[in-house]
């Protein structure tokens, strides 16, 4: 069963980096059926995804936070990573890694399975 | 980008069926995809593609999509099934963009 698992500093300095892990468990990471994506949700708000990245290295970020945001990929550790810079309040939120599934033709797209998540705080 | 819009929430009977909407253009050329959040926990797949389900998840839980309108039915709502439910969608640009909609809190009365 695969499973999926962040890690990472749970409070950041203001104008620091965030970098959050998350480690792929039980599959493989270089399968060429999925992308793998990371999403935040601040405290009681909603969902809002971060960005995605294919094994070979191909990423994709939300339009509003591309200028801040780095994914990355490791194969060799079965790993996927998110920096996010110059990070303010407005950044704590829990953030989620999850495996991205797609159907032949990309109409048609799910999050599944998801990390537990952790939660990132931002402050001095 | 894209915005997929739902209403904040909604109340049902137990036993009951309730229908939760998602709006937005990316949903006339892409499918949607839902999660149920409880407290504390990581979101749950519950339906994709045209009327998909996960391995685990009850029959209860149906999807449908009619022009830039997708929604979630629950047929015999449980109270278990309280929870959050977000839409999730391609965005409508093309590229490999998404966006979740806005969140539906679901109450089992």
């Known amino acids: 069963q695969l499973q999926l698992q962040e890690s990472g500093p749970g409070l950041v300095k203001p104008s620091e980096t965030l970098s959050l892990t998350c480690t792929v468990s039980g599959g493989s990471i270089s399968s060429s059926s999925y992308y793998w994506g990371w999403i935040r949700q601040p405290p009681g708000k909603g969902l809002e995804w971060i960005g995605s990245?294919?094994?070979?290295?191909?990423?994709y970020y939300n339009p509003s936070l591309k200028s801040r945001v780095t994914i990355s990929v490791d194969t060799s550790k079965n790993q996927f990573s998110l920096k996010l810079s110059s990070v303010t309040a407005a950044d704590t939120a829990v953030y989620y890694c999850?495996?991205?599934?797609?159907?032949?033709?990309?109409?048609?797209?799910?999050?599944?399975?998801w990390g537990q998540g952790t939660l990132v705080t931002v402050s001095s | 980008s894209s915005e997929l819009t739902q209403d904040p929430a909604v109340s049902v009977a137990l036993g009951q069926t309730v229908r939760i909407t998602c709006q937005g253009d990316s949903l006339r050329s892409y499918y949607a995809s839902w999660y149920q959040q409880k407290p504390g926990q990581a979101p749950v797949l519950v339906i994709y593609?045209?009327?998909n389900r996960p391995s685990g998840i009850p029959d209860r839980f149906s999807g449908s999509s009619s022009g830039n309108t997708a929604s979630l039915t629950i047929t015999g709502a449980q109270a278990e099934d309280e929870a959050d439910y977000y839409c999730?969608?391609?965005?409508?640009?093309?590229?490999?963009?998404?966006?979740f909609g806005t969140g539906t809190k679901v109450t089992v009365l």
């Open positions: 999850a495996r991205l599934g797609n159907n032949w033709n990309y109409d048609d797209n799910w999050f599944d399975p």
């Open positions: 593609g045209k009327n």
């Open positions: 999730n969608s391609r965005d409508s640009s093309g590229n490999h963009l998404y966006v």
């Open positions: 990245i294919y094994y070979s290295g191909s990423t």
